[in-house]
């Protein structure tokens, strides 16, 4: 039951990723301004292409530590951002920043667990 349950978490995990890393997509045509410096835009447009990545990686099981690393690295990046420039709170009346923190604890437990007998590393590397 528990690889079922790794299962589960691999493809909510995955398909948050990649809709959200796909939907940054868009920033490629973009160009600075005063609203989105340079700095910015360019992390944007890695993210464009790192979370659907690690996304496709967890969906399908396949280097499930690594990419579940990666995206918990990309979800401590956010959750910096999120605190120390836009100073949200947890949660409140505005938007705060527990789904990003959800997101990171389950990419953590992700690392930790590996992909679960469902994963395409136990065929390829018979982990």
Request: hydrophobic letters at 55%; a positive charge.
């Amino acid at each position: 039951m528990s690889h079922v349950a790794l299962l589960l978490l691999r493809i909510g995990l995955g398909s948050v990723f990649i809709v959200h890393g796909t939907h940054k997509q868009r920033l490629w045509k973009a160009q600075p301004s005063a609203q989105m410096p340079a700095g910015m835009l360019n992390t944007l447009r890695f993210l464009s292409i790192a979370e659907p990545a690690g996304g496709l990686g967890l969906l399908f099981g396949f280097l499930t530590r690594y990419a579940a690393i990666g995206l918990a690295l990309v979800m401590l990046g956010a959750l910096r951002f999120l605190i120390t420039k836009v100073h949200r709170k947890f949660t409140g009346d505005a938007a705060g920043w527990e789904f990003e923190y959800m997101l990171l604890i389950v990419a953590i437990a992700l690392a930790l667990l590996g992909g679960g007998k469902y994963a395409l590393d136990r065929v390829v590397f018979g982990m």
